[in-house]
């Protein structure tokens, strides 16, 4: 089967660094995607990654290790808005999109 | 990115009654759309994908003449809760996708039946 694994919930401090972690087992690739949900609100995009590497967008980074089936999100500098669930998601081969669970992110002062 | 403008924002509606939410692709023309439903706390759930023209295709344990999505252009798809009951209350999302692009999400329906 296909499944995506993310931790349910961290907790991390205002002004740190916190990385929230993504494997995945798919059938095929054709992208990983993180995204942004705030409570009642609908998914806001992130990032995108296709090649092993890391992508760099300001505060917040992602990386993509293909041979591993596994991402990681970074996000720096953390502020009180960054509160949220933060979704990876994977395009498999036949350009479907396959969900993991989220992981919700508690920012304290 | 593509712009989805889902209608309406929140819904509150008698039990046994239908309900009916748009989903407009406002400058894609989208042959595909998916909706996707996601109780509280809980991930996106995708329910049917929506082909233009065509019937949907629903994901299993959803029950397609419950939830009845009609594709009939290339920018509206429309998911109708059917004699829906108070089970049926959450949150609904349509998004749009194309190839290897992200998906882009409408801003989610709230369901509540009472």
């Known amino acids: 089967g296909q499944n995506i694994d993310q931790p349910t919930e961290m907790t991390a401090t205002e002004g740190a660094i916190v990385q929230i972690n993504c494997t995945y087992q798919t059938s095929g690739f054709n992208g990983l995607f993180w995204y942004q949900q705030h409570a009642g609100e609908a998914p806001t995009f992130l990032s995108y990654n296709v090649l092993d590497g890391l992508e760099e967008k300001g505060r917040f980074s992602s990386f993509l290790s293909r041979s591993k089936g596994y991402s990681y999100l970074l996000l720096k500098e953390l502020q009180m808005k960054d509160s949220a669930s933060y979704l990876c998601a994977v395009k498999n081969s036949n350009y479907q999109l396959i969900w993991g669970a989220g992981t919700k992110l508690i920012i304290k002062p | 990115g593509a712009v989805v403008s889902q209608h309406p924002s929140w819904v509150i509606c008698k039990s046994g009654t239908s309900v009916k939410i748009e989903c407009r692709s406002l400058?894609?023309?989208?042959?595909?759309m998916f909706w996707y439903r996601q109780f509280p706390k809980q991930s996106l759930m995708l329910m049917a994908t929506s082909n233009e023209g065509s019937k949907a295709t629903y994901e299993q344990g959803v029950e397609k003449d419950k939830f009845l999505i009609n594709h009939a252009s290339l920018t509206l798809s429309t998911l109708t809760v059917t004699s829906a009951h108070p089970e049926d209350s959450s949150f609904y999302i349509c998004s749009v996708s194309q190839g290897e692009t992200e998906a882009f999400f409408g801003q989610g329906t709230r369901l509540t039946v009472v």
């Open positions: 400058d894609f023309q989208a042959t595909t």
